[in-house]
T-cell receptor, first 118, second 112 residues
Framework: EAGVAQSPRYKIIEKRQSVAFWCNPI?????LYWYQQILGQGPKLLIQ????????DSQLPKDRFSAERLKGVDSTLKIQPAKLEDSAVYLC????????????????FGPGTRLTVT | RKEVEQDPGPFNVPEGATVAFNCTYS??????FFWYRQDCRKEPKLLMS???SGNEDGRFTAQLNRASQYISLLIRDSKLSDSATYLC?????????????FGQGTTLQVKP
């Protein structure tokens, strides 16, 4: 079974530039998550989609970050404009619908996109 | 205070040693608990769930103490391949869905 795909794997940009990341979840997974993992820290949830609707975006810096999942499958995460502190690994994960499993199903993570902002 | 706290280590142990990692969580609304493993420059992967009764998977034993809001992971007979970062994770329920909260991770280095 194919896992979660992400691209690009690495990206280097200058501050104030824009960047976009792409994620293709595991087939049949209704729920998609974007996490930010800063070096030395655990992943932090940025946004959670259920099909093409947003379930939780409470920790998404909405002044510069945006995400969409228009057809309920692929998703893109955009940063505009980037700041130095956005340097991190951006992880996409997907799972079956946790609402049908008492609030949790295993999340499968993609390899991540390593962003460096200079 | 972080919602999930772990000692970042690193823990440097010889092969065959027994090592224990601890984790505390602050939000009593946390309902389910896990240990994830993350290899260097790789994505996190679920290692095991954690239950109040304690659970074991081969050389790995996980324990949860809800009263103390404390989670542990014990690794017996450490192997070189156990070298990784171990992330303590709690699932905080909100409505009818959950949100994973990760600790910062504890790094284990097993040496020959």
């Amino acid at each position: 079974e194919a896992g979660v795909a992400q691209s690009p794997r690495y990206k280097i940009i200058e501050k104030r530039q824009s960047v976009a990341f792409w994620c293709n979840p595991i087939s049949g997974h209704a729920t998609l998550y974007w996490y930010q993992q800063i070096l030395g820290q655990g992943p932090k949830l940025l946004i959670q989609f259920q099909n093409n609707g947003v379930v939780d975006d409470s920790q998404l810096p909405k002044d510069r970050f945006s995400a969409e999942r228009l057809k309920g499958v692929d998703s893109t995460l955009k940063i505009q404009p980037a700041k130095l502190e956005d340097s991190a690994v951006y992880l996409c994960a997907s799972s079956l619908d946790p609402q049908t499993s008492g609030g949790w199903t295993e999340q499968y993570f993609g390899p991540g996109t390593r962003l460096t902002v200079t | 205070r972080k919602e999930v706290e772990q000692d970042p280590g690193p823990f440097n142990v010889p092969e065959g040693a027994t090592v224990a990692f601890n984790c505390t969580y602050s939000n009593s609304a946390s309902q389910s608990f896990f240990w994830y493993r993350q290899d260097c420059r790789k994505e996190p992967k679920l290692l095991m769930s954690v239950y109040s009764s304690g659970n074991e998977d081969g050389r790995f034993t996980a324990q949860l103490n809800r009263a103390s809001q404390y989670i542990s992971l014990l690794i017996r007979d450490s192997k070189l391949s156990d070298s990784a970062t171990y992330l303590c994770v709690v699932n905080r329920y909100s409505g009818n869905t959950g949100k994973l909260i990760f600790g910062q991770g504890t790094t284990l280095q097993v040496k020959p």
